[in-house]
């Protein structure tokens, strides 16, 4: 069926003109107009005509800027939203959409008062502006992002006060009750005072390509999930460490799962062995494309303390001058893409290689010794 569809939308593409052509700008609402200090604004975008890929940014992107009147402004990505709610029998956890696709822009205000944003919508065709909106920014007992002190080796808050990461690695719930079972987790930690999260993206729980998917589009019920677990952590004061990547996605001998990876050729994907990912140009670019997409849609929580590239690289079928080359290049351009500048780490079931310990962005290493 897949050849098929193809032809056809070749076909459909001669003869309308590109998917872009029409996309409209139709609407922008803020889901509310007063927002406390480091709590999330959010908006809403509805946008019109005929999209090919809605995860493409060379076909279509939203972006807000915000201005405060006494600082730089901001330009925050937007992201393509699908809305989902909890349906099923008992035992069985069922994710249904609900309503239309939407766009979505969320930011964290940083200063108290009156902001203002501006919302654009831009294709190969044209820029669409929506009017200047504005919403107010009032006091929060809040503490705002964590912050890594390098120089120190300490997490403090934007406001000052420390951070002691004190929780577990949760990695995955389980595929029939994810939202039952973390809420379970999550609460239970926060009656033992901890604070702090590992979780994995894993390809059978949170990972957005999925074969089923393919290379470049993304799994919307997963991302609901995703954003349904943050904001539980958020309300119960528990911290992320988001874990993108794990080994056996790329290996077929520890704990295999290359033949599931959707950047495999044999799916679909542009790599022919698991080790062409990290050098692959394309697959390069369709990961940070994916980072894009991460950012723009949980870049804004200050509970997302820090990004974790992989989990055990080292057990991945990897050349380390590639694994190396490739976690420095990642990290930098992750860096670059992040409003909030995350701590970045990397995980290795063995020893680390030197190399990684000097790279600039990395600002801590785990060694997992079990």
Request: proline share 7%.
């Amino acid at each position: 069926m897949r050849p098929r569809w193809l032809v056809a939308l070749v076909g459909s593409a001669l003869w309308a003109g590109p998917a872009w052509a029409g996309v409209r700008l139709d609407a922008v609402q803020a889901m509310r107009s007063t927002v406390p200090l480091f709590e999330r604004c959010e908006l809403t975008a509805r946008v019109s005509g005929p999209v090919n890929n809605p995860y493409d940014p060379s076909e279509v992107r939203l972006e807000a800027t915000f201005q405060f009147p006494e600082g730089k402004p901001v330009t925050i990505q937007g992201f393509y939203y699908q809305p989902f709610e909890l349906v099923g029998s008992r035992g069985q956890e069922v994710l249904q959409a609900t309503g239309e696709p939407v766009w979505r822009v969320r930011f964290t205000p940083r200063q108290v008062g009156r902001w203002g944003y501006e919302v654009r919508l831009i294709t190969p065709e044209r820029t669409q502006t929506w009017p200047r909106q504005t919403f107010v920014v009032v006091a929060s007992a809040r503490k705002g992002s964590i912050q890594w002190d390098r120089r120190a080796g300490t997490f403090r808050f934007e406001t000052g006060e420390p951070f002691i990461p004190i929780g577990e690695n949760l990695c995955w719930g389980p595929s029939h009750q994810p939202l039952r079972v973390y809420g379970q987790w999550l609460r239970e930690l926060a009656s033992q005072r901890a604070n702090y999260v590992r979780v994995w993206m894993a390809p059978w729980f949170l990972r957005l390509e999925t074969k089923e998917t393919g290379v470049g589009r993304y799994d919307q019920s997963r991302a609901w999930l995703l954003d349904t677990l943050l904001e539980r952590s958020e309300s119960a004061g528990i911290f992320w460490q988001l874990c993108l990547l794990e080994h056996g996605s790329f290996s077929r001998s520890q704990d295999p799962n290359w033949h599931n990876n959707p950047y495999n050729q044999a799916l679909g994907g542009m790599c022919r062995l698991p080790h062409e990912f990290l050098t692959q140009p394309q697959a390069n670019e369709m990961f940070r494309r994916l980072l894009r997409y991460m950012v723009s849609r949980w870049g804004y929580s200050p509970n997302l303390v820090m990004w974790e590239l992989f989990n055990e690289a080292d057990f991945g079928e990897f050349k380390t001058e590639d694994l190396v080359s490739w976690l420095d290049e990642t990290s930098r351009f992750l860096r670059s893409i992040d409003p909030d500048q995350r701590p970045i780490t990397t995980s290795f079931h063995g020893d680390a290689p030197k190399e990684v310990w000097r790279l600039p962005m990395m600002d801590a290493i785990q060694l997992h010794v079990y």
